[in-house]
């Protein structure tokens, strides 16, 4: 699928964002670059690209750096410089620092984000890449020529900041290394999960949310090697109640991993879709403060906040339902597809 | 008379229009402060022994009597005020250490109210208790770094023993000796009906209280009274009690003449015989034989029962809860400088330890860039008041609260500070039959969960006010809190933003 599709699909949704931060993730859309991570990046000046190369060479080889193509449009102005670099680590780093490679390139994106002046990755995974900007989210996907890309999966959001000024690096997609996150809503545990997280070598640096459910998945999903499905019930857990009620193999794995990622429970409204390396997964706040609408339509899954959105994408889409709070809706690639 | 003499205190007026010479004040007073004049046909009063317990108002039929602050006053002084004085008087005269009781009633900056509490206004929605299921449900015990799983793939879900409780709040250590036997009752009742825990202190365990197992937490002090096999598996934790808010640094003394009949028999000491606790453990002169006595509990009840380490808020309370939570330790309890006691030198209770407030933020800020917080829990107690507390204290970090102040204000205590003295009149801090059966079981055990319950649905309203559904939510989530008329450095050492930022 190219990018003209879901940009379609953010029209109708033009009201649920501001102005200040649209993007998009699409997945499968280096297939040439495919072992290497992408970084994108949005840059201050040549300096802050060169230190940020410079410090990138110390632990990985990079095969290939290009500006990201971008169009001009008077709808999207103040355009850092944009760029996109493929890397490898370096084998010899990986073996004398003990890291495998995911951990070396999160850790290199950890340590530009915080402290590195005018540099910031915004994406980091395998044939996959991030594309945000402050503006509407149907004008940011013309400004990077998103049509240009074909991804098996898209993802894309509008942004109405409430808590944080709308800046280019605090639009949705957040992402680290293949895992993005677009984010529906508030999160009223914000600071149990940051500071939670921040115990396992995250920093929380854009005081937004988003961020902080983009580290969870990474920590349950890459870390503590969970299944989709049991991130779902740490992040949106059963009630007590409701884990009271399941048979007595499930509750005892539902008491588990309530009890001991206790600190990981989201509250608030949210409704997130998680992208991931071959497929997304959208779950609701257990409460279902916000509206998440998933429909099918032959080999094809449209989850939006919305009906509207899926209807002008697939005017014919068959089976439309609204989720249930806490409950994921998990779409994998079928095998060998990309 | 003479140098030595005290003016009393207080001043007993009794309105004698009201006044019927029922003599119900002369009963309920142990202090034998009021007395009936057969000649002059009246009530007369010696008020130098009153303690202003306010017994004798509550149960005054007529309305008759009130207690008033005394204004015989000394002369004016900002630096040498009347308590200061009359203590150096005391002192002069006896030559002995002050003794007084409940916690530190001194003027000391009391953080919980310079801290605010959030709520949601439109960006994100309040949550209405009454509609939503809002969860209080906390588990106290370590909690592993990392999954594991079997050969099929399978979560292997056994834990470290936890304790589990309905709502983050639990009657804290008094010992049976320090309260009498219907106060361990009372609060053992409404600990089981609550579905919380109650703790023995470090005076044992009596025999009929071993039915509510479930939800006592036996304490191993440095004196080890009525400890022994049964006792330790008895509990749902053990809890080792090296240091308490009020007396940090100092052991405990319960007089003989307080060691008697069931006390004698539940503490394992031989009747009219002082029980005494050392100051230290007299095995734990270091963090390594902490972890001995930690590992030899673990091993005495086969790693069933979480062990709790209790000790005093003091100056390097963050480094030494660190080495706690590394030696073994499934639970840490810290206990601030205005928490309560049955007993302790004036001049340690008043200058020794720090707020519990700060003492909690910065353990556990440290145990968080430690990246060990998950390993333990932690409960905190020295003044917990009200609800509002409760939800300030989880929010800067706690995962539950002890209460044994405000536990005891449920019973009917009014704060006197004599528990020394051994003649309270409410029932409670006393060994004399007489006196204890006024503090009736049923009646106290329900006024507990009255309390616990009213203080649940007022953490549910708080927490739906800022939009979180479950209590572990809130736990850490300091950006909930803004603190006012602080200090730069007070924010920080807090963790939280001022009011307006």
């Known amino acids: ?67 990201i193509p971008t169009r001009t449009t008077p709808a999207i102005t103040d355009e850092p410089l944009i760029w996109r670099f493929f890397v490898s680590p370096l084998r010899s780093v990986l073996a004398s620092m003990q890291l495998n490679e995911e951990e070396c390139v999160a850790r290199a994106v950890m340590t530009i984000n915080t402290q590195m ?62 895992y993005s996150i677009v984010h529906n809503g508030e999160i009223s545990s914000y600071d149990a999960n940051r500071r939670f997280i921040e115990m396992f070598g995250y920093k929380c640096t854009l005081q937004t949310d988003t961020e902080v459910i983009t580290y969870i998945a990474d920590y349950l999903l890459r870390k503590q090697g969970l299944s989709l499905e049991e991130m779902a019930s740490v992040i949106a857990a059963p009630f007590w109640s409701t884990i009271a009620r399941k048979d007595e193999c499930e509750q005892k794995k539902l008491l588990y991993l309530r009890k001991v990622f206790s600190s990981l429970l989201v509250t608030g409204p949210f409704s997130i879709i998680l992208g991931f390396d071959g497929g997304l997964m959208a779950l609701n706040d257990r409460l279902k403060l916000r509206s998440m609408v998933v429909g099918e339509k032959d080999d094809k899954v449209f989850i939006a ?34 | 008379m003479g140098i030595d003499y005290i003016y009393p205190q207080f001043e007993v007026i009794r309105n004698d229009g009201r006044c019927t010479n029922c003599r119900i004040c002369e009963k309920q007073c142990a202090n034998g402060v009021h007395v009936y004049d057969s000649v002059k046909k009246r009530m007369v009063c010696d008020e130098s022994k009153c303690v202003n317990c306010q017994r004798c108002v509550c149960f005054c039929p007529a309305h008759a009597l009130k207690i008033a602050k005394n204004d015989c006053t000394f002369r004016e002084n900002a630096n040498w005020d009347e308590d200061t004085i009359k203590e150096l008087y005391k002192q002069a005269g006896s030559g002995g250490v002050l003794l007084s009781s409940m916690g530190n009633p001194k003027r000391f900056p009391v953080y919980w109210d310079r801290i605010l509490i959030n709520a949601s ?37 056994e834990l470290p023993p936890q304790i589990e409780l309905s709502m983050p709040v639990m009657f804290s ?105 050392p100051a230290p453990h007299h095995d734990i002169y270091s963090i390594e034989d902490l972890g001995q006595l930690v590992y030899s509990l673990k091993e ?40 309560g006691t049955g007993a302790a030198p004036t001049r340690i209770r008043d200058n020794v ?5 700060l003492a909690l933020a910065a353990v556990d800020q440290r145990l968080r860039d430690e990246g060990i917080r998950n390993n333990v829990s932690l409960i905190v107690g020295g003044s917990i008041r009200s609800s509002a507390d409760v939800i300030k204290a989880v ?87 803004r603190g006012i008329g602080m200090t730069d450095r007070e924010l920080a050492i807090l963790g939280i933003s001022h009011a307006g930022e």
Not at chain 1, 28 to 42: V, W
């Open chain 2, 300 to 339: 005495a009840t086969n790693h069933r029962k979480p062990i709790i380490v209790k000790v005093a808020a003091v100056h390097n309370i963050a480094a030494i809860a660190s080495g706690i939570a590394r030696s073994g330790a499934d639970i840490i309890a810290i206990d601030g400088f205005r928490g």
């Open chain 2, 395 to 481: 929010a800067l970090g706690a995962d539950a609260c002890y209460i044994g102040t405000a536990a005891l204000l449920a019973l009917g205590c009014h704060l006197c500070r004599s528990c020394q003295t051994g003649k309270c009149n409410w029932g409670i801090a006393t060994q004399d039959p007489e006196l204890v059966k006024r503090l009736d079981v049923h009646v106290g055990s329900q006024r507990l969960i009255n309390l616990m319950t009213a203080w649940r649905h007022e953490i549910k309203e708080m927490m739906g006010g800022m939009g979180v559904n479950s209590i572990e939510a809130l736990k850490g989530n300091r950006l909930m809190l």
């Open chain 1, 117 to 178: 002046k005018g540099a910031y990755v915004f994406s980091g995974g395998k044939n996959m890449g991030v594309f945000k900007a402050v503006g509407f989210p149907e004008d940011v996907g013309y400004f990077y020529r998103l049509e240009e890309y074909e991804a098996y999966s898209w993802t894309a959001h509008g942004r109405y900041p409430t808590n944080t000024p709308g800046w280019w690096g605090g639009a949705h997609p957040f992402a680290l290394l293949d």
């Open chain 2, 173 to 277: 250590a008094m010992s049976y000796g320090s309260v009498s036997y219907n106060a361990h009752a009372c609060l053992a009742k409404a600990a089981q009906e609550l579905g919380i825990c109650y703790n023995t202190g470090e005076g044992g365990l009596h025999e009929d209280f071993y039915v509510y197992g479930e939800n006592t937490i036996v304490q191993v002090a440095s004196g080890r009274f009525g400890v022994y096999k049964d006792y330790l598996e008895a509990g749902a934790a053990i809890e080792i009690k090296m240091g308490q808010g009020a007396k940090p640094g100092i052991g405990g003394h319960l007089p003989g003449a307080k060691i008697t009949g069931d006390v004698s028999r539940t503490r394992m000491v031989p009747e009219g015989t002082d029980a005494i606790s």
């Open chain 2, 121 to 157: 206004q439109v960006t994100n929605p309040s949550i209405d208790p009454l509609r939503e299921p809002m969860e209080t449900r906390v588990f106290l015990g370590k909690k592993p770094s990392a999954i594991q799983r079997d050969e099929q793939g399978k979560l292997k879900c």
């Open chain 1, 1 to 67: 699928m190219t990018g003209e599709k879901i940009i379609e699909s953010m029209k109708p949704m033009h009201d649920r964002s501001n102005g200040l931060g649209g993007g998009f993730a699409a997945y499968g859309i280096y297939p040439e670059y495919k072992d290497f991570f992408a970084l994108h990046m949005f840059l201050d000046d040549r300096a802050a690209r060169k230190s940020c190369e410079a410090l990138l060479r110390e632990t990985m080889e990079i095969v290939h750096a290009e500006r």
């Open chain 2, 353 to 357: 330890g720090i707020p519990i407030e």
């Open chain 1, 305 to 338: 906040s919305e009906e509207a959105a899926i209807r002008v994408m697939e005017p014919g889409v068959e089976n439309i339902y609204a989720p249930a709070g806490g409950e994921p809706v998990i779409v994998r690639v079928k095998e060998g597809k990309f």
